[in-house]
């Protein structure tokens, strides 16, 4: 169970990286030029490999929620709770942040409407961030061991 916890714990700490990038990024991105945006942009080729990390943070949370639902019931519910939220982090970025992605082919096309797509992925992001920080909290509470 202790490899576990901590592999679920570790798993949703790489997740925030990421997401707590594009939170720390967006004050000075909202503000920058068109041409600098789109170059700023460029640097996230390659990141959807974060999606796989992603994946195995939700199934990591389910597996603790499962391990752990007779042995302590409600540090169970916090292990069910990460994978939920990282789930709902996954609709976000479907909703908010993959279609300006599309729309603008990963920002290498500036159509007319780039700073609503701009605004759409930035808080699309911000979301993440706040979704997978709330599921970090919540498998650390899962995991976390009282004295009997």
Same mark, same amino acid.
Request: with cysteine.
């Given at each position: 169970m202790t490899v576990l916890r901590t592999f679920a714990i570790?798993? &949703?700490?790489l997740i925030v990286i990421p997401s707590g990038t594009h939170l720390f990024e967006m004050p000075a991105k909202l503000h920058l030029e068109r041409? &600098?945006?789109?170059?700023?942009?460029?640097?996230?080729?390659?990141?959807?490999?974060?999606?796989a990390p992603i994946i195995i943070a939700v199934l990591a949370n389910l597996?603790?929620?499962?391990?752990?639902?007779r042995r302590e019931p409600s540090k169970s519910f916090w292990?069910?709770?990460?994978?939920a939220l990282i789930g709902m982090s996954l609709l976000v970025f479907f909703v908010w942040v993959f279609p300006a992605n599309q729309a603008t082919s990963n920002w290498t096309v500036k159509p007319d409407n780039w700073e609503d797509l701009r605004r759409q992925w930035e808080?699309?992001?911000?979301a993440v961030a706040l979704l997978v920080g709330l599921a970090l909290a919540s498998v650390t509470l899962a995991s976390v061991r009282r004295k009997r």
């Amino acid at each position: 169970m202790t490899v576990l916890r901590t592999f679920a714990i570790l798993i &949703t700490v790489l997740i925030v990286i990421p997401s707590g990038t594009h939170l720390f990024e967006m004050p000075a991105k909202l503000h920058l030029e068109r041409d &600098t945006y789109f170059a700023v942009q460029g640097i996230y080729a390659g990141w959807a490999w974060f999606g796989a990390p992603i994946i195995i943070a939700v199934l990591a949370n389910l597996a603790l929620f499962l391990a752990e639902r007779r042995r302590e019931p409600s540090k169970s519910f916090w292990a069910l709770c990460a994978a939920a939220l990282i789930g709902m982090s996954l609709l976000v970025f479907f909703v908010w942040v993959f279609p300006a992605n599309q729309a603008t082919s990963n920002w290498t096309v500036k159509p007319d409407n780039w700073e609503d797509l701009r605004r759409q992925w930035e808080y699309g992001h911000a979301a993440v961030a706040l979704l997978v920080g709330l599921a970090l909290a919540s498998v650390t509470l899962a995991s976390v061991r009282r004295k009997r």
